[in-house]
């Protein structure tokens, strides 16, 4: 049977001139744990852009394909005539949750999705993922999570941006009237090396719901990530390291000065960041090219203990975000 997958024109303006090979690609490392589709190719129909495939039954599947990042819909395609599928993919929490901020330098909710997408798939692995971002902005890849139904922790350096990052989910949580409980705790280093505030919610979908996810955010250094989490404990690690343009990283609470590259916060956080993941996990990192070449990128995680992970589907992603930032995220595990 042939089926056809409708594609999000947001999809398009995300990715650019690159749209059509990341398509192809995530729907190929998808089908490379799944082994359901064949004869895969891009199709224009009446002016709509679509995936087309041949499969024999995909009701089994329809859960994972549903979670496609460019996915619109699904349709049989039969003698010219689309029938639609419905998808299978539950949200946990309302998809408008990344969408709702809007700020300079924010990651594109369609990338993050993405580089979840791919982590999950790889893993083969769709439910009770731990996932933790250890540069986590203001947020998207945690709310991206939860919407999946993960349990999803970040780390961020300034406190000023995790205290926002509360305060907006408990209105929203409130707002939509999803049961959660919400605190708030300290901590501190041995001999005071660091300071940290931890906020930690537990969300259900509803007051009926059994379904309990974890939320936590701490305002803290990411080279101490170790200290403050659990030692091999995370599926994933995903993280959008500084382009160096719209918004800068810094390694040291005290510095007073940016830097432009994120060779310097790798260096000093991979570590840290080895130690709480766990054995099967994945680390998926995206970077900006113009600033760290992906061969010196490969070599900096061999160098602190890491495999990267090969395959050519993995090398299509690179794709230009504007004259300053070239976009590419990379794969490895322990």
């Known amino acids: 049977m042939k089926y056809a997958i409708l594609i999000n024109n947001k999809h398009y303006l995300t990715y650019n001139k690159n749209s059509d090979n990341i398509i192809l690609s995530e729907f190929n490392i998808l089908n490379e744990s ?30 994972k394909i549903s979670t ?23 949200e946990f929490i309302n998809p408008n949750i990344s969408s709702i901020l809007k700020y300079s330098g924010k990651t594109n909710e369609y990338f993050t999705r993405l580089m979840i997408n791919i ?11 731990n996932i933790l971002d250890p540069i986590c902005g203001k947020g998207t890849t945690l709310y991206e999570s939860l919407v999946n139904g993960y349990n999803c922790y970040g780390i961020e350096i300034a ?29 501190s280093g041995e001999n005071k090396s660091f300071k ?23 305002s803290v250094n990411t080279v101490f990530a170790d200290k403050i989490l659990k030692k091999d404990y995370f599926d994933l690690i995903i993280g959008d390291l500084p382009y160096g343009v719209k918004h800068s990283n810094i390694t040291n609470e005290k510095q007073n000065s940016f830097t432009r590259s994120p ?22 990192m995206s970077w900006n090219t113009f600033l760290l070449k992906r061969n010196e990128f490969e070599k900096l ?28 995220f990379i794969v490895a595990k322990k």
Do not use: M
């Not at 709509?48 to 859960?63: S, V």
């Open 196 to 218: 940290a505030e931890k906020h930690i919610f537990n969300i259900n979908k509803n007051k009926e719901s059994k379904d309990n996810k974890h939320f936590e955010v701490v």
């Open 301 to 328: 995680l061999i160098n602190k203990g890491f495999e990267v992970v090969k395959n050519e589907n993995l090398l299509s992603f690179e794709h230009r975000v504007d004259q300053a930032i070239n976009r590419d």
């Open 68 to 90: 496609l990042s460019f996915l619109l819909g699904i349709f049989e395609y039969k003698e010219g005539y689309l029938k639609p599928i419905e998808k299978e993919f539950k």
């Open 159 to 187: 406190t000023k941006v995790v205290d926002e990052i509360a305060v907006f989910l408990r209105k929203y949580l409130e707002n939509e009237r999803y049961k959660f409980s919400y605190k708030k705790e300290k901590l």
């Open 263 to 284: 060779k310097e916060l790798l260096e000093k956080s991979l570590d840290s960041w080895k130690k709480v993941l766990n054995k099967d996990g994945l680390l998926i």
């Open 34 to 63: 799944l082994n359901f589709a064949k004869d895969i190719k891009l199709e224009n129909i009446c002016g709509l852009n679509y995936l087309i495939f041949d499969a024999e039954d995909i009701k089994k599947y329809l859960t």
């Open 119 to 129: 982590g999950s798939y790889i893993l083969n692995k769709n439910e009770n993922l």
